[in-house]
T-cell receptor, first 114, second 108 residues
Framework: EAGVAQSPRYKIIEKRQSVAFWCNPI?????LYWYQQILGQGPKLLIQ????????DSQLPKDRFSAERLKGVDSTLKIQPAKLEDSAVYLC????????????FGEGSRLTVL | SQQGEEDPQALSIQEGENATMNCSYK?????LQWYRQNSGRGLVHLIL?????REKHSGRLRVTLDTSKKSSSLLITASRAADTASYFC????????FGQGTRLTINP
């Protein structure tokens, strides 16, 4: 069974530039999550999708971050414009349903903002 | 805000010794999960313990849950160098919230 795929693995940009991350969850998983993990900290939930609808985006900085999950499968997370404090690893995860079963994580996309 | 908080923040032991990590949480839970994260990698699910369970085993892992104290512990027995990683507890009814993690180093 293929795991959660993320790209790119690494991205370096200047502040005020934009960046987009892509995630392909495990086939059949209805729930998709984007987490932000700053170095030395635990993952922080940015947004949670159930199929193609948003369940929770309370911690998503909506002035600069956006995310979509068209057709309830792949998802993209965009940051525009980026700030220095956005430097982090962006982790995508999926689960069969959102009743807090096991989450399957991708390898993450490491963003460095200079 | 973080729901679970791990203790200690860092732990360094010799190979073959046992490692114990603790997690405290604030609100009532349906279940609690533990995850491992190797350096530069994503998180991997280790074990889930439900609120009506007190102890659960999986290979060299033993997890306990004390809902009266709102705490859980993860014990890794006979540690190996490959166990070097960060370990996170996570709780949440509709969204999973992670603690800050315990960084475990196994010295050969």
């Amino acid at each position: 069974e293929a795991g959660v795929a993320q790209s790119p693995r690494y991205k370096i940009i200047e502040k005020r530039q934009s960046v987009a991350f892509w995630c392909n969850p495990i086939s059949g998983h209805a729930t998709l999550y984007w987490y932000q993990q700053i170095l030395g900290q635990g993952p922080k939930l940015l947004i949670q999708f159930q199929n193609n609808g948003v369940v929770d985006d309370s911690q998503l900085p909506k002035d600069r971050f956006s995310a979509e999950r068209l057709k309830g499968v792949d998802s993209t997370l965009k940051i525009q414009p980026a700030k220095l404090e956005d430097s982090a690893v962006y982790l995508c995860a999926s689960s069969f349903n959102r009743q807090t079963g096991e989450l399957f994580f991708g390898e993450g996309s490491r963003l460095t903002v200079l | 805000s973080q729901q679970g908080e791990e203790d200690p923040q860092a732990l360094s032991i010799q190979e073959g010794e046992n490692a114990t990590m603790n997690c405290s949480y604030k609100t009532s839970i349906n279940n609690l999960q533990w995850y491992r994260q190797n350096s530069g990698r994503g998180l991997v699910h280790l074990i889930l313990i439900r609120s009506n369970e007190r102890e659960k085993h999986s290979g060299r892992l033993r997890v306990t849950l004390d809902t009266s104290k709102k705490s859980s512990s993860l014990l890794i027995t006979a540690s190996r160098a490959a166990d070097t990683a960060s370990y996170f507890c996570a709780t949440g009814a509709q969204k999973l919230v992670f603690g800050q993690g315990t960084r475990l180093t196994i010295n050969p």
